[in-house]
């Protein structure tokens, strides 16, 4: 026993002296994963419409009154018109520019006085803020002021469109064009002001492909003219309604435009969706894959969608690989990372659409809900599984 404890003596005693001015023992690596692969099918938020389920309900026969009401379960048809304030996020400056051409006129907003804008040698027209009132001036070999308008202003031409000079190039729309005081109180913005009609034959061939089949193109209408009336009744932007990015819906304006669009537009002419006697918010979305996505308004179900399977969806199915580094860097907080736990909805009715995401680190852990999870990781959406 003596002989067994004074080797174990010696071996401690060597041991620490062989590691005196050695430093710091090295630390052991994490033990968490280089990297995380994710499985999941469809794009975007899934609420409403699936843009690739109207296709493949389309080609199995479905009219497009038929498609809204399976994605737009309980509302009715009804009817709306009138004009749309479109911002123009394209146009950064705080001028408004518009190309000469026949039968151009500018209008003040303040008085209503009209001026025909028909200078002989005339190029281009431009509104610029003065104050709280707006100078017009006119380039011919050079810019040159015309004259003060009271207030804001807008161009307008009878019989055509207008090309509307943004940074990078120009854009024809349709209808007229304001400059208009910015939400922010500072410099202007460019609105563009047209009939709903007009508008829609710059949404809706920019939103889904006008060569589908036309019961889809016409639902896609019927939808965009409801979610522009819904945005417009029930906001206060102030001097415009909707924007022309996805942040409602895009709009891209003359170049935009598709005779078989124009059709399905003219086919479905001031039809919308309505619920309870008011407009629907129609959202739609390229893809719920296979499941449409639950929403806060009783028209926003969650359900199986039959249509997607044989829609050619190219986004049935995707997967994405996240680097450990690359979750690290988003949450620095949560040290080495470890381990995402993803958190389905146990509703059989959402094919398992993930409500939350732990991240999870040896220093912290971090809970996203599964929307903040897809859109900080560009995800296609929440229809989603660790591989």
Request: glycine residues 12%; proline residues 5%; aromatic residues 8%.
């Amino acid at each position: 026993m003596r002989l067994f404890s004074g080797t174990v003596t010696t071996l401690v005693l060597g041991l620490a002296a062989s590691l005196v001015g050695a430093g710091p023992l090295p630390v052991a690596a994490a033990a968490g994963p280089d990297e995380v692969t994710i499985v999941g099918s469809g794009w975007g938020h899934g609420r409403g419409m699936s843009q690739w389920g109207a296709r493949g309900a389309a080609a199995q026969g479905l009219s497009a009154a038929q498609i809204l009401d399976f994605y737009y379960p309980g509302t009715q048809t009804g009817r709306a018109g009138g004009s749309i304030k479109v911002l123009v996020t394209a146009d950064t400056s705080s001028n408004v520019v518009v190309q000469h051409r026949r039968k151009l006129t500018v209008r003040s907003l303040a008085t209503g006085r009209s001026w025909r804008l028909d200078k002989r040698g005339a190029k281009r027209w431009k509104l610029t803020a003065r104050g709280g009132d707006t100078k017009l001036s006119v380039k011919t070999k050079r810019w040159r002021k015309v004259r003060i308008i009271p207030g804001q202003a807008e161009f307008k031409a009878k019989g055509g469109a207008l090309r509307l000079h943004v940074p990078g190039g120009s854009v024809e729309y349709r209808g007229r064009l304001r400059s208009v005081v910015a939400a922010d109180g500072r410099g202007r913005d460019t609105v563009n002001v047209v009939g709903l009609e007009k508008y829609l034959r710059g949404v809706v061939p920019a939103e889904m492909p006008a060569s589908w089949h036309p019961q889809a193109v016409q639902a896609q209408a019927v939808a965009a003219r409801t979610y522009a009336v819904f945005e417009r009744d029930n906001n206060d932007r102030g001097a415009f309604d909707v924007w022309d990015t996805t942040q409602s819906q895009v709009y891209r304006g003359v170049g935009a435009e598709e005779p078989a669009a124009t059709a399905a537009i003219k086919a479905t002419a001031g039809q919308i969706r309505t619920y309870g006697g008011a407009p629907a918010f129609t959202q739609f979305s390229s893809s719920n894959g296979g499941w449409t996505a639950r929403g806060s308004l009783p028209y926003q179900v969650a359900k199986a969608d039959p249509y997607e399977a044989g829609s050619g969806n190219p986004n049935n199915s995707w997967s994405v690989r996240l680097a450990d580094d690359v979750i690290e860097e988003q949450f620095p907080a949560i040290g080495d990372f470890t381990a995402l736990q993803v958190t389905p909805d146990p509703d059989p009715n959402t094919g398992g659409r993930v409500t939350s995401v732990n991240v999870v680190g040896t220093a912290d852990s971090v809970r996203l809900t599964g929307d903040q999870f897809r859109v900080r990781f560009g995800l296609k959406s929440t229809l989603f599984r660790l591989g």
